[in-house]
């Protein structure tokens, strides 16, 4: 078995970009924004619980492979907060 399948990893990244809070938040939770700069395609329900599939099929590249990510959300605060976990698949 490997290894890494018996641990948690948590990925936390901080960055400041000069827009409002509603404008980022609207980026990371909207689908058809989140697809201009993320994954090509997304399944999203914005709350607590909601389930969520990030796919990376690389049809925008061109380029064979990809992967998806599907998780739920774990917190939500409009505007402010969004937590997810995820798993590979």
């Known amino acids: 078995m490997d290894k890494r399948q018996d641990q948690n990893i948590e990925i936390r990244k901080t960055i400041v970009i000069d827009a409002t809070p ?13 697809t201009q700069w ?19 099929s690389d049809k925008k590249s061109g380029k064979e492979g990809g992967c ?5 959300i774990t917190e ?6 969004i937590s997810y976990l995820g798993a590979y698949k």
């Open 68 to 72: 998806q990510i599907h998780g739920t």
């Open 22 to 34: 509603e404008v980022i938040f609207k980026a990371i939770t909207n689908p058809e924004e989140l």
């Open 76 to 81: 939500f605060i409009s505007n402010k907060k």
């Open 38 to 56: 993320f994954p090509d395609e997304v399944v999203f329900e914005p709350h607590i619980g909601g389930k969520g599939t990030f796919d990376f």
